[in-house]
Every structure is written in structure tokens, then in C-alpha cells.
């Protein structure tokens, strides 16, 4: 290509386009800051699109003018619906870390069947790993705000902790991970508890079952 004309130098102004990856992680600030925020020059498409959405359902309050969002965050509610990412891997990446760090927040993030194929667990086990509880390698992805532990293990059949499955679903801020053992413990207790309550139904109807 070969370009000819005055040398002297253009003026002007040129506005370029919103970029995807600064418009997801500029709502994503946005919504997390407790204060107002006014976002300039957003990139207007479906990946974006679905990161609004998102948000929305969160609770997150945005208001467009033009090019120009206003965003009310800092407060997140659990939503009554899946939260679908649509298309967008980088909504539900970026929501996976955020709402993670959320107090006792539930969620189902899900997608387009292309997104439900791809991996979410580079993403989902680091954020186990830090306490998160997100459920799942692919989506939909479960987001449980609960922590399962036993206060103490079941010294008899008659200890408070062997109320199952009561005790081992318990609301919690803070979780000690050496509950994790006596949390196991109770889940076996419990299932061998319904495999013998199954084993003597069968054996009572065969036993008792009057046969025509």
C-alpha cells in the first residue's frame, strides 16, 4: 500500500471502539466498588451484554445514557434464576472469582451449549482451594454459600452431632479444615445408616410380604 499526500501531519481526534477485555473487568470494578461508577466508551456486544445481564441478576444496579453506564455495586443478592453467561467464557470466569469472595452466596452459573463444554476447573479449584465451595467442572456450576462440618464426632447414637443430616450442613464464616475428616466420618455414618434401613425393608417385605 502506498500512501501519498501532505507532509505536514494529521490532526484530528479518533475514538476506537470499547475493548471486551477492559469493559468485563471495568463492570466487574464497578460492581464490587460500593460507590457510584461511570463507565465511558463500553464496548456494545453480546460477550459484554451477557456480563450486564449478570450483573443485573445479582442485583447490581446499571443505567445507560448513550455510551455512558452508571453503576451502583457493592451489594450482591442471590438470584431467583440461573445466571446465564450466554457465550461469554470471560462473564462466567470473572463471576466465578467474584461472587466466590461473596458471604453466603448460592448461585447456578450456566451458558450457551458452547460455554457448557468448555472447562471451568482452572478456574474452580483455585478458588476451592481459598475456601470457595463451586461445584462442578463444566457448567452449569453450583455455587453453595454453606460449609459442611460436625462440631464434634458422634460418641453414640444418642450424641446431638449424630442428628444427620442436620449436623452436617452448618452456616458458617469461618471453617477449621480439620472438621473435614469428622465431616467424612458423618457422610459414612449416614449412608451406612440408610444402607441398613434399606437392607431390612427388603428383608421385612420378603419376609412378611403375603404372596397371592
Given at each position: 500500500?502506498?500512501v501519498?499526500?501532505?507532509?505536514?501531519?494529521?490532526?484530528?481526534?479518533l475514538?476506537?471502539p470499547?475493548?471486551?477485555?477492559?469493559?468485563?473487568?471495568a463492570?466487574?470494578?464497578a460492581?464490587?466498588?460500593?460507590?457510584?461508577?461511570?463507565i465511558?466508551?463500553?464496548?456494545?456486544?453480546?460477550?459484554?451484554r451477557?456480563?450486564?445481564?449478570?450483573?443485573?441478576?445479582?442485583?447490581?444496579?446499571?443505567e445507560?445514557?448513550?455510551n455512558?453506564?452508571m453503576?451502583q455495586?457493592g451489594?450482591?443478592?442471590?438470584?431467583?434464576?440461573?445466571?446465564?453467561?450466554?457465550?461469554?467464557?470471560?462473564t462466567?470466569?470473572?463471576?466465578?472469582?467474584a461472587?466466590?469472595g461473596?458471604?453466603r452466596?448460592?448461585?447456578v452459573l450456566t451458558?450457551?451449549?458452547?460455554?457448557?463444554?468448555?472447562p471451568m476447573?482452572?478456574?474452580?479449584?483455585?478458588?476451592?482451594?481459598?475456601?470457595?465451595?463451586?461445584?462442578?467442572?463444566?457448567?452449569p456450576?453450583?455455587?453453595?454459600?454453606?460449609?459442611a462440618f460436625?462440631?464434634?464426632?458422634?460418641?453414640?447414637?444418642v450424641?446431638?452431632?449424630?442428628?444427620?443430616?442436620?449436623q452436617?450442613?452448618?452456616?458458617?464464616?469461618e471453617?477449621?479444615?480439620?472438621?473435614?475428616?469428622?465431616?467424612?466420618a458423618?457422610i459414612?455414618?449416614?449412608?451406612?445408616?440408610?444402607l441398613?434401613?434399606?437392607?431390612?425393608a427388603?428383608?421385612?417385605?420378603n419376609?412378611?410380604?403375603?404372596?397371592?
Amino acid at each position: 500500500m502506498q500512501v501519498s499526500g501532505p507532509t505536514s501531519g494529521l490532526r484530528g481526534r479518533l475514538q476506537l471502539p470499547g475493548d471486551k477485555s477492559i469493559s468485563h473487568r471495568a463492570l466487574m470494578h464497578a460492581a464490587l466498588s460500593p460507590e457510584i461508577s461511570t463507565i465511558h466508551n463500553l464496548l456494545d456486544a453480546g460477550v459484554t451484554r451477557a456480563m450486564m445481564r449478570v450483573l443485573r441478576q445479582c442485583g447490581i444496579q446499571l443505567e445507560q445514557s448513550q455510551n455512558t453506564f452508571m453503576v451502583q455495586g457493592g451489594q450482591f443478592r442471590d438470584a431467583n434464576i440461573p445466571l446465564d453467561c450466554g457465550s461469554s467464557g470471560t462473564t462466567m470466569r470473572l463471576m466465578l472469582g467474584a461472587l466466590a469472595g461473596q458471604e453466603r452466596f448460592e448461585a447456578v452459573l450456566t451458558g450457551s451449549r458452547g460455554l457448557r463444554r468448555r472447562p471451568m476447573g482452572r478456574v474452580a479449584r483455585p478458588l476451592n482451594a481459598m475456601g470457595a465451595n463451586i461445584v462442578g467442572e463444566t457448567a452449569p456450576l453450583l455455587m453453595i454459600g454453606m460449609r459442611a462440618f460436625v462440631a464434634s464426632a458422634p460418641s453414640s447414637f444418642v450424641a446431638p452431632s449424630s442428628v444427620l443430616p442436620v449436623q452436617i450442613f452448618l452456616w458458617s464464616d469461618e471453617i477449621d479444615r480439620g472438621f473435614i475428616e469428622r465431616t467424612s466420618a458423618a457422610i459414612v455414618v449416614l449412608l451406612v445408616f440408610l444402607l441398613l434401613m434399606n437392607g431390612l425393608a427388603i428383608y421385612l417385605r420378603n419376609r412378611f410380604e403375603k404372596r397371592w
